[in-house]
Each structure stands twice: as C-alpha cells, then as structure tokens.
T-cell receptor, first 115, second 115 residues
C-alpha cells in the first residue's frame, strides 16, 4: 500500500525566511507520480508540481524549488524568501502507476508566514 | 488547462435531509472521477471512484448506501449524501484525470454543514 508522510504539522516563519517542507513516501510500484498542492483558506487546491518516478531532476520555479531523491523516498519542497501570501496548508501526494489514478495525500503541513 | 466545477460551493442542511453535490468536467470527458472528503484540519481522504456506466467503487469504511454516486454522463458525477447527520459535515472535493499520464484536475470543493 502506498503512504505519504508529512512529519511537520505546522511551521511558522518570518517573512523572507527560507522554509523547507518535508515529504516522504512509500510505494511498491516502480512507476509513480508525486504532487504538491497548496490549499489556502478558501479550500481550493492549487496545483504546484508533479513529478514522475523516472525524473529525478530537481526543479525550480521562481521562489519554489523541489528536491526529489528516490534513494531516500523523499520529495521536499522549499520556498525561498517566504511571503505572507505563502501562508496555507501544503499537501504532498502520490499516485501509483500513472498520475491519472486517485491520489494518496499526506497529512499536510500548515505554513504560517508572519510579517 | 482543463476545468472541473462543483455545485454547490457550500450547503447548509438540516439533519436527516439529503444533499446532492455535482462534479462536472467542463471542457473534457471523464470516464472516471474521484470523490474525496476532508474534515477540518485534516487531509483529503478518497471516498470513492465514480465510473461512467458502471457502479462506483467505495473505499473501505465508506457506506455506499449513505453516499450515493451516479456517473450519469462523461462530464457529470453526482454525490448524494442521504440522511445527512452533523458528522457528515465536511469539505467534499472531486477530481478527474485528464488525458495525459500525469494529469489530475480538482474541483473547487463543496463545504457541507449539517445542523
């Protein structure tokens, strides 16, 4: 069975600090997809990134970056120079076989960025 | 990108009544849709998989007689919460896979409050 663990329940930082959100996953499949979503207070999920298991390249998008390491089954997310608007709950998720299957979500990390 | 809508966005009902939530893929066809439930400050948990033209598949612990799912067409799935009780109060989110191997599109969610 697949599992996603986000050990950090809540993180509080001051604006402009860098913050890393951890995600560790378990799966028996060799083909799988990993996702990160942002959930602001409105509740609507905002897609941030998806990665397939064969692509271990790290990715940077503006202030966001992701570090995928199959050796440690981790897919960590870093926000550089955090802003108040980054305050939200962030979910890491896993889909086995293809990314078109239902997702297994981690428990989420609530990020609060203080001004 | 593809869009998934949900209606209503929020609903308040009395205990014992039934509530129907619609999930529509607006610009693509979806033979499969997923229904998730999210209790306050918790993660998203898959409830069921909705299949066009066949019965829905329910996750363990989800009462199929209470949560009726009908996938009436290639663009519409409905979730009916029958005889709703306060413990059914939750945020219900649907998603649909796109055409690619790694595409998932989430609806904006429906917040159900049962008094």
């Amino acid at each position: 069975a697949q599992k996603v663990t986000q050990a950090q329940t809540e993180i509080s930082v001051v604006e402009k600090e860098d913050v890393t959100l951890d995600c560790v996953y378990e799966t028996r499949d060799t083909t799988y997809y990993l996702f990160w979503y942002k959930q602001p207070p409105s509740g609507e999920l905002v897609f941030l990134i998806r990665r397939n298991s064969f692509d271990e390249q790290n990715e940077i998008s503006g202030r966001y970056s992701w570090n995928f390491q199959k050796s440690t089954s981790s897919f960590n997310f870093t926000i550089t120079a955090s802003q108040v608007v980054d305050s939200a709950v962030y979910f890491c998720a896993l889909s086995e076989d293809t990314g078109r299957r239902a997702l297994t979500f981690g428990s989420g990390t609530r990020l609060q960025v203080q001004p | 990108g593809a869009v998934v809508s949900q209606h209503p966005s929020w609903v308040i009902c009395k205990s014992g009544t039934s509530v129907k939530i619609e999930c529509r893929s607006l610009d693509f066809q979806a033979t499969t849709m997923f229904w998730y439930r999210q209790f306050p400050k918790q993660s998203l948990m898959l409830m069921a998989t909705s299949n066009e033209g066949s019965k829905a598949t329910y996750e363990q612990g989800v009462e199929k007689d209470k949560f009726l799912i009908n996938h009436a067409s290639l663009t519409l799935s409905t979730l009916t919460v029958t005889s709703a009780h306060p413990e059914d109060s939750s945020f219900y989110i649907c998603s649909a896979p796109g055409w690619g191997l790694d595409e998932q599109f989430f609806g904006p969610g429906t917040r159900l409050t049962v008094l």
